[in-house]
């Protein structure tokens, strides 16, 4: 069986500092030194993300958001 879980996050790119807030359970806002262009931005937005909650980033896709700050990401958890 298949689960999904999602997450609102606020990405701040192009940032001199990195850091990250968690603003509730299932809300992030992320600053990331990477610039927001092919896709670093979200990268390193997702790799930050997965640590945060312990798991690993290929569980997670940007299903919403992929050229704007506010992103929706789905985590796929598969069970048995």
């Not at 001199?16 to 600053?31: D, G, L, Y």
């Not at 997965?50 to 789905?74: F, V």
Request: hydrophobic content about 40%; glycine content about 4%.
């Amino acid at each position: 069986m298949t689960q999904s879980r999602y997450v609102k996050v606020k990405v701040h790119a192009g940032c001199k500092t990195a850091k990250t807030v968690r603003r509730a359970q299932n809300s992030f806002e992320v600053w990331v030194k990477a610039e927001a262009e092919r896709g670093q931005a979200n990268a390193a937005m997702l790799s930050v993300v997965a640590r945060e909650l312990e798991i690993e980033a290929k569980t997670m896709r940007i299903i919403k958001g992929a050229h704007s700050p506010a992103k929706i990401i789905e985590m796929i958890r598969h069970g048995d």
